[in-house]
């Protein structure tokens, strides 16, 4: 529809853009006059689901047969259909059916579950304002320009914008918990217009359009204006900002009712949009497995052509490529023979396909859904305080958590609690610590610092400003109207920032008193316990790029005044020179005693240059485009040229046992790294409070305060990163030996960098002499033993991660914070750890595992993924192994069979082996395997450095494996061909035919693979008991059945009796046990031989040889052997 004309004299300047969306509230015209054409909107449907009933099918199957495992069976199948082969379809069809099936279910019953939650959502009931009536409609019926009407404790149905409540104020209170993790109350704000229209009858007169941003994720981000058009009266155009937005999901609070106009719907909504397009991550182990089928891919391609050219040169014999009594057809004899070759090739690869893994993929999936419950069922990750215990949000990196290279952790609310004091603060550079009598004042000095006390009106306006230049809500404890005259009330601070209450409740300490805000008054209570008034005029909130936050106020009086507070990096340029030193000193005292330091400043403002601030301000606000861009100007205008009134600090309290986590962490190889934006001295502190820093460390500095602010800092900076990276790179000699990931210096190094020196590092001037910084710094960076990144912003974090995520050898990198500042690291590294904070949800909510404290972040790294990858290594190692040992005796009967693709294995038996047969106690070991105690792995951290650098999945240990396979298929072949030699294996003179061969050789590598897992075996529990044991009862079991039983769906009774019969040998149970005990014999001894050693060693009970890792020695880690070997003496871990 056509805007009217008045609309462009409103907001002069701003023509429509494509990026913009119209609303019309409550679809009704601008004017009688206007053709009104209904915009095309997405309805308020949430759907999470990914499959409906008709596309299941087809979606899923696509989505499965993209697998690179899955599409080579499939192949393999039609190929079975299509061509003649030597085994039927069933054998590779069953197995892949049995995937395909498993994976469905699975994904189908995921999907089910989320298309039931969507239909609650979608079915539930809500009011809209039709006519100057209620309308009952279900949620998924509201359309973009509905009003809506939600009551108390209701969800939001979609993203509304506020426009009127049941207060008089037109405010209402609101929690986000479902979005962001947020519990406490963030009050919201009608437009000012609309405040009145509280009534279903009022609300319905409402003629206005809206114009806003088209929809986006970010949560905490709004751009729009609302015209409202009254009749023979110019339109009013207002600002509307996020908090004039309700969000879906989102829950009213401590307010009777709202009307709202629908903005964003359905999947359009900020909750559905933050909901998709999360990055997958890929483990370490899946690039391995990926690798391993390769070289299996190769062994299978590499043996059907050896048996094609052998087939081909034995068939050269006339004799042999036509026997007397096996003539060929009219049609084999014209058969091209480049065909025929083609096919016998077809026939190989499908009788030797069995030695790619299919299953193993469901069962490693099934090894990390079951194997995540885990983490979440750990009761000493659980806390009492918050009554929360780890979670899970990503089941696919679980053993990337035992191969952490380098911890990036934020330091407020992660390392330390967010729970902020006050300690003391200065004025015009007196410190003040103590308690103060209503008028007497209060000081305290120490060392050179001032003597005295600052003037009383300075005090005063000091204190002010600590009451006023904030955002802080009051809850009050009951509903009885009033704080006046009640000053014993109880009542309780909210704010989404734990130091903004610190800061009231330290005003309130010494006498003033914040007693809330009431229809745009903030209302304080002063030592003289008179109450003021300050008429709220602007709030310039704080963001991360500014670091501070302002409030304009008039008081009674009309005189207008600014308070602004913030990092005093972004105060000092901002106040008068002169005023700055006496209150630095302070400053950088309290930082070096580990407080967070505030800055506050104020200035007064003449009527004439208030209104100049709120024009500028409005129109900033009115803009739909770059409104953040020209609202940071006009901010950057209006906090210029004030006075330094004084400073605050805080303490903020290390987190229970973070310093020995991180000490745990170093001791375990791995390199922790602080990224914070508080400042240098500040988190210095911290960081020799939690022993990232020793005492006997040397520190590096690349700061503003090191590298300077004037034209030469890139020289300044070019000659620092030289010096440095002489010190530790070219004048070091190199390491041979030693442990693998000890810091290879004999004197330990810090560094520390400022955000803007990283500036400097990352993105160099053109004209800068030297391009390398970045490889210099980082070279630096990695021979360091501790790195301190301060003064960070999120972004800044985020490309410090990646930087060294993207070095040689891509080290497997680990994010852990609690903030929204931190979610762009935690999504940029392999592993992101949210931790349930202060400072809302989102660092949990985009983690890949979130845990209550940074404490637990130990258990879950030395206990919990050390054994994960163990686990899905051995798994990983077994399932090779175990088909190798499967399909090499097949290989080797080609070789007597003539090359006839003659199967070795019953049809029953190459179907069942890897669904049925073997696949049960693989599992069970690798969701209950502990091959040391968690006690033991939580106390001793050296112990992860055994299973570092992927070391149980390098190309060394999987040739073992193979080698190992290799060996045991030899052995059953060759041992019940020798077997055979004697053709007469029973008393009576008869003899055995091929199935039985076939069978015998099955029956050994059955027993053997189980008993094989049986001797890896370190912790058993009754689940494991039942399956091994019982998996080899059920193969004896099921042999006598399918052989006990004449079926009548089957051509030939090839296994009638067989199994059965064969058991009636005592040379065939001799061989069988004879068999097992060669093929084992190799492992038995390499126990044997362990324990004798340990014996004489005195050393723990673990049985197993030691670990060695093969991974080359690069960044500062060197090869083990020498410092590790009591450990692995004491803990040994066989890869081997």
């Given at each position: 529809?056509?805007?009217?004309?008045?609309?462009g004299?409103?907001?002069?300047?701003?023509?429509?853009?494509?990026?913009?969306?119209?609303?019309?509230?409550?679809?009704?015209?601008?004017?009688?006059?206007?053709?009104?054409?209904?915009?095309?909107?997405?309805?308020?449907?949430?759907?999470?689901?990914?499959?409906?009933?008709?596309?299941?099918?087809?979606?899923?199957?696509?989505?499965?047969?993209?697998?690179?495992?899955?599409f080579?069976?499939?192949?393999?199948?039609?190929?079975?259909?299509?061509?003649d082969?030597?085994?039927?379809?069933?054998?590779?069809?069953?197995?892949?059916?049995?995937?395909?099936?498993?994976?469905?279910?699975?994904?189908?019953?995921?999907?089910?579950?989320?298309?039931?939650?969507?239909?609650?959502?979608?079915?539930?009931?809500?009011?809209?304002?039709?006519?100057?009536?209620?309308?009952?409609?279900?949620?998924?019926?509201?359309?973009?320009?509905?009003?809506?009407?939600?009551?108390?404790?209701?969800?939001?149905?979609?993203?509304?914008?506020?426009?009127?409540?049941?207060?008089?104020?037109?405010t209402?209170?609101?929690?986000?918990a479902?979005?962001d993790?947020?519990?406490?109350?963030?009050?919201?704000?009608?437009?000012?217009?609309t405040?009145?229209?509280?009534?279903?009858?009022?609300i319905?007169?409402?003629?206005?359009?809206?114009?806003?941003?088209?929809?986006?994720?970010?949560?905490?981000?709004?751009?729009?204006?609302?015209?409202?058009?009254?009749?023979?009266?110019?339109?009013?155009?207002?600002?509307?900002?996020?908090?004039?937005?309700?969000l879906?999901?989102?829950?009213?609070?401590?307010?009777?009712?709202?009307?709202?106009?629908?903005?964003?719907?359905?999947?359009?909504?900020?909750?559905?949009?933050?909901?998709?397009?999360?990055?997958?991550?890929?483990?370490?182990?899946?690039?391995?497995?990926?690798?391993?089928?390769?070289?299996?891919?190769?062994?299978?391609?590499?043996?059907?052509?050896?048996?094609?050219t052998?087939?081909?040169v034995?068939?050269?014999?006339?004799?042999?490529?036509e026997?007397?009594?096996?003539?060929?057809?009219?049609?084999?004899?014209?058969?091209?023979?480049?065909?025929?070759?083609?096919t016998?090739?077809?026939?190989?690869?499908?009788?030797?396909?069995?030695?790619?893994?299919?299953?193993?993929?469901?069962?490693?999936?099934?090894?990390?859904?079951?194997?995540?419950?885990?983490?979440?069922?750990?009761?000493?990750?659980?806390?009492?305080?918050?009554?929360?215990?780890?979670?899970?949000?990503?089941?696919?990196?679980?053993?990337?958590?035992?191969?952490?290279?380098?911890?990036?952790?934020?330091?407020?609310?992660?390392?330390?609690?967010?729970?902020?004091?006050?300690i003391?603060?200065?004025?015009?550079?007196?410190?003040?610590?103590?308690?103060?009598?209503?008028?007497?004042?209060?000081t305290q000095?120490?060392?050179?610092?001032?003597?005295?006390?600052?003037?009383?009106?300075?005090?005063?306006?000091?204190?002010?400003?600590?009451?006023?230049?904030?955002?802080?809500?009051?809850?009050?404890?009951?509903?009885?109207?009033?704080?006046?005259?009640?000053?014993?009330?109880?009542?309780?601070?909210?704010?989404?920032?734990?130091d903004?209450?610190?800061?009231?409740?330290?005003?309130?300490?010494?006498?003033?008193?914040?007693?809330?805000?009431?229809?745009?008054?903030?209302?304080i209570?002063?030592?003289?316990?008179?109450t003021?008034?300050?008429?709220?005029?602007h709030?310039?909130?704080?963001?991360?790029v500014?670091?501070?936050?302002?409030?304009?106020?008039?008081?009674?009086?009309?005189?207008?005044?600014?308070?602004?507070?913030?990092?005093?990096?972004?105060?000092?340029?901002?106040?008068?020179?002169?005023?700055?030193?006496?209150?630095?000193?302070?400053?950088?005292?309290n930082?070096?005693?580990?407080?967070?330091?505030?800055?506050?400043?104020?200035?007064?403002?003449?009527?004439?240059?208030?209104?100049?601030?709120?024009?500028?301000?409005n129109?900033?606000?009115?803009?739909?485009?770059?409104?953040?861009?020209?609202?940071?100007?006009v901010?950057?205008?209006?906090?210029?040229?004030?006075?330094?009134?004084?400073?605050?600090?805080?303490?903020?309290?290390?987190?229970?046992?973070?310093?020995?986590?991180?000490?745990?962490?170093?001791?375990?190889?791995?390199?922790?790294?602080?990224?914070?934006?508080?400042?240098?001295?500040?988190?210095?502190?911290?960081?020799?409070?939690?022993?990232?820093?020793?005492?006997?460390?040397?520190?590096?500095?690349?700061?503003?305060?090191?590298?300077?602010?004037?034209?030469?800092?890139?020289?300044?900076?070019?000659?620092?990163?030289?010096?440095?990276?002489?010190?530790?790179?070219?004048?070091?000699?190199?390491?041979?030996?030693?442990?693998?990931?000890?810091?290879?210096?004999?004197?330990?190094?810090?560094?520390?960098?400022?955000?803007?020196?990283?500036?400097?590092?990352?993105?160099?001037?053109?004209?800068?002499?030297?391009?390398?910084?970045?490889?210099?710094?980082?070279?630096?960076?990695?021979?360091?033993?501790?790195?301190?990144?301060?003064?960070?912003?999120?972004?800044?974090?985020?490309?410090?991660?990646?930087?060294?995520k993207n070095?040689?050898?891509?080290?497997?990198?680990?994010?852990?914070?609690?903030?929204?500042?931190?979610?762009?690291?935690?999504?940029?590294?392999?592993?992101?750890?949210?931790?349930?904070?202060?400072?809302?949800?989102?660092?949990?909510r985009?983690?890949?595992?979130?845990?209550?404290?940074?404490?637990?972040?130990?258990?879950?790294?030395?206990?919990?993924?050390?054994?994960?990858?163990?686990?899905?290594?051995?798994?990983?190692?077994?399932?090779?192994?175990?088909?190798?040992?499967?399909?090499?005796?097949q290989?080797?009967?080609?070789?007597?069979?003539?090359?006839?693709?003659?199967?070795?294995?019953?049809a029953a038996?190459?179907?069942m082996?890897?669904?049925?047969?073997?696949?049960?106690p693989?599992?069970?070991?690798?969701?209950?395997?502990?091959?040391?105690?968690?006690?033991?792995?939580?106390?001793?951290?050296?112990?992860?450095?055994?299973?570092?650098?992927?070391?149980?999945?390098?190309?060394?240990p999987?040739?073992?494996?193979?080698?190992?396979?290799?060996?045991?298929?030899?052995?059953?072949?060759?041992g019940?061909?020798?077997?055979?030699?004697?053709?007469?294996?029973e008393?009576?003179?008869?003899?055995?035919?091929?199935?039985?061969?076939?069978?015998?050789?099955?029956?050994?590598?059955?027993?053997?693979?189980?008993?094989?897992?049986?001797?890896?075996?370190?912790?058993?529990?009754?689940?494991?008991?039942?399956?091994?044991?019982?998996?080899?009862?059920?193969?004896?079991?099921?042999?006598?059945?399918?052989?006990?039983?004449?079926?009548?769906?089957?051509?030939?009774?090839?296994?009638?009796?067989?199994?059965?019969?064969?058991?009636?040998?005592?040379?065939?149970?001799?061989?069988?046990?004879?068999?097992?005990?060669?093929?084992?014999?190799?492992?038995?001894?390499?126990?044997?031989?362990?324990?004798?050693k340990?014996?004489?060693?005195?050393?723990?009970?673990?049985?197993?040889?030691?670990?060695?890792?093969?991974?080359?020695?690069?960044?500062?880690?060197?090869?083990?052997?020498?410092?590790?070997?009591?450990?692995?003496?004491?803990?040994?871990?066989?890869?081997?």
């Amino acid at each position: 529809m056509a805007l009217p004309l008045a609309l462009g004299a409103q907001c002069a300047g701003e023509e429509k853009r494509v990026g913009t969306r119209t609303v019309v509230v409550g679809h009704r015209p601008v004017s009688e006059t206007d053709a009104y054409v209904a915009q095309k909107f997405c309805d308020n449907r949430i759907v999470s689901s990914k499959y409906t009933l008709w596309n299941f099918l087809p979606k899923n199957l696509f989505e499965q047969f993209r697998r690179i495992a899955n599409f080579y069976f499939l192949i393999i199948f039609l190929v079975q259909v299509i061509v003649d082969t030597p085994t039927s379809p069933v054998t590779s069809g069953l197995p892949l059916f049995f995937v395909i099936t498993v994976t469905a279910i699975k994904q189908g019953y995921e999907d089910w579950l989320r298309h039931r939650a969507d239909n609650e959502v979608n079915k539930s009931n809500v009011f809209i304002v039709e006519n100057a009536k209620q309308v009952q409609k279900e949620s998924e019926k509201i359309k973009v320009g509905d009003i809506v009407e939600v009551k108390a404790d209701e969800t939001f149905p979609c993203d509304l914008i506020f426009l009127a409540s049941s207060s008089s104020d037109g405010t209402c209170y609101v929690t986000t918990a479902s979005l962001d993790g947020e519990s406490n109350f963030k009050t919201h704000y009608a437009v000012r217009d609309t405040t009145v229209l509280c009534t279903d009858e009022a609300i319905d007169t409402l003629t206005a359009t809206i114009e806003c941003e088209q929809p986006q994720p970010d949560l905490y981000k709004f751009v729009g204006r609302i015209i409202i058009y009254r009749s023979n009266q110019e339109p009013v155009a207002r600002s509307l900002g996020p908090e004039n937005l309700l969000l879906k999901g989102a829950t009213l609070k401590n307010t009777k009712k709202i009307y709202g106009v629908a903005v964003y719907t359905g999947m359009e909504t900020k909750m559905a949009l933050n909901y998709q397009g999360k990055s997958q991550k890929r483990s370490a182990v899946e690039k391995s497995i990926n690798a391993f089928l390769i070289v299996y891919l190769c062994i299978l391609l590499s043996k059907a052509t050896v048996c094609t050219t052998l087939k081909y040169v034995w068939q050269s014999n006339p004799f042999n490529d036509e026997p007397w009594y096996n003539e060929k057809t009219k049609k084999e004899r014209e058969t091209f023979k480049v065909l025929r070759m083609f096919t016998d090739f077809l026939s190989f690869m499908v009788l030797f396909n069995f030695i790619i893994p299919v299953s193993m993929y469901v069962t490693v999936e099934m090894q990390k859904f079951l194997g995540s419950f885990f983490i979440s069922w750990d009761k000493e990750m659980y806390d009492e305080e918050i009554k929360e215990g780890a979670l899970v949000n990503t089941s696919d990196l679980n053993e990337e958590l035992g191969q952490v290279e380098y911890v990036f952790t934020d330091k407020t609310g992660t390392l330390t609690e967010n729970s902020m004091e006050f300690i003391e603060c200065c004025i015009d550079g007196h410190k003040y610590k103590d308690c103060i009598s209503e008028v007497d004042g209060f000081t305290q000095t120490d060392g050179p610092l001032k003597y005295g006390k600052a003037e009383k009106s300075r005090e005063e306006l000091f204190l002010r400003a600590l009451c006023l230049c904030h955002t802080v809500q009051i809850k009050e404890a009951d509903q009885v109207d009033g704080l006046i005259g009640h000053p014993e009330r109880k009542y309780t601070y909210i704010s989404s920032s734990p130091d903004e209450i610190a800061l009231v409740k330290g005003a309130e300490k010494y006498g003033f008193t914040f007693l809330g805000l009431e229809n745009d008054f903030m209302k304080i209570r002063n030592q003289k316990n008179e109450t003021e008034m300050y008429q709220l005029l602007h709030v310039l909130n704080f963001d991360p790029v500014r670091r501070r936050m302002s409030v304009i106020v008039r008081t009674t009086t009309g005189k207008l005044l600014l308070f602004c507070k913030g990092a005093d990096s972004s105060i000092f340029p901002r106040v008068q020179q002169e005023e700055i030193q006496q209150t630095k000193v302070h400053v950088d005292r309290n930082a070096m005693d580990g407080y967070r330091t505030l800055c506050v400043a104020f200035k007064e403002l003449t009527q004439k240059e208030y209104d100049k601030i709120d024009r500028q301000l409005n129109e900033a606000k009115m803009a739909l485009q770059d409104r953040e861009e020209k609202m940071a100007k006009v901010f950057e205008d209006t906090e210029a040229d004030m006075h330094l009134i004084g400073a605050t600090a805080v303490e903020d309290r290390l987190q229970e046992q973070s310093a020995e986590t991180i000490e745990a962490l170093h001791t375990a190889g791995m390199k922790v790294w602080v990224l914070t934006g508080d400042k240098m001295e500040t988190a210095k502190s911290t960081c020799y409070a939690c022993r990232l820093f020793q005492t006997s460390t040397e520190l590096l500095e690349l700061t503003v305060k090191v590298v300077g602010e004037n034209e030469r800092k890139e020289d300044r900076l070019h000659e620092l990163l030289m010096e440095y990276h002489k010190k530790l790179i070219q004048d070091v000699p190199k390491n041979r030996g030693g442990l693998k990931r000890s810091w290879t210096l004999s004197q330990e190094y810090g560094l520390i960098i400022d955000g803007s020196t990283l500036s400097l590092i990352l993105n160099p001037s053109q004209d800068s002499s030297s391009s390398n910084y970045k490889n210099i710094f980082l070279q630096i960076c990695l021979k360091c033993t501790a790195v301190l990144c301060c003064r960070m912003a999120p972004l800044q974090k985020a490309q410090i991660v990646r930087m060294v995520k993207n070095t040689k050898g891509s080290p497997i990198t680990l994010s852990v914070g609690d903030g929204a500042n931190d979610v762009s690291m935690i999504l940029e590294a392999h592993v992101g750890i949210g931790i349930k904070g202060k400072e809302g949800r989102q660092a949990s909510r985009n983690s890949d595992y979130a845990v209550p404290k940074f404490k637990h972040l130990r258990k879950l790294l030395l206990a919990h993924g050390h054994l994960y990858y163990v686990r899905i290594a051995h798994l990983v190692q077994y399932f090779f192994y175990k088909n190798l040992c499967f399909i090499l005796p097949q290989f080797l009967y080609q070789f007597f069979c003539g090359f006839s693709q003659q199967p070795l294995y019953d049809a029953a038996y190459l179907t069942m082996y890897n669904i049925c047969f073997t696949s049960l106690p693989i599992l069970a070991y690798s969701l209950l395997e502990q091959h040391i105690n968690i006690d033991t792995l939580t106390s001793d951290p050296q112990l992860y450095m055994k299973v570092s650098d992927n070391a149980m999945l390098q190309w060394r240990p999987f040739l073992y494996w193979t080698f190992l396979g290799a060996f045991e298929g030899l052995v059953f072949f060759f041992g019940v061909y020798f077997l055979f030699q004697n053709s007469s294996l029973e008393d009576n003179g008869k003899v055995f035919g091929n199935w039985t061969f076939g069978t015998i050789v099955f029956t050994v590598l059955v027993f053997t693979v189980t008993l094989k897992l049986a001797l890896d075996t370190r912790f058993w529990t009754w689940m494991n008991h039942f399956v091994i044991w019982g998996s080899l009862a059920f193969y004896v079991f099921f042999s006598f059945f399918w052989g006990g039983v004449i079926w009548p769906f089957l051509k030939q009774q090839r296994m009638y009796f067989v199994f059965a019969h064969m058991l009636t040998s005592l040379s065939t149970w001799l061989a069988i046990i004879l068999l097992i005990f060669i093929s084992l014999f190799p492992e038995i001894l390499l126990i044997v031989l362990k324990n004798i050693k340990e014996k004489s060693h005195q050393t723990g009970p673990f049985d197993l040889p030691r670990l060695v890792s093969y991974k080359r020695i690069e960044n500062g880690y060197v090869k083990t052997e020498d410092a590790v070997t009591n450990l692995a003496e004491r803990h040994p871990l066989r890869i081997l």
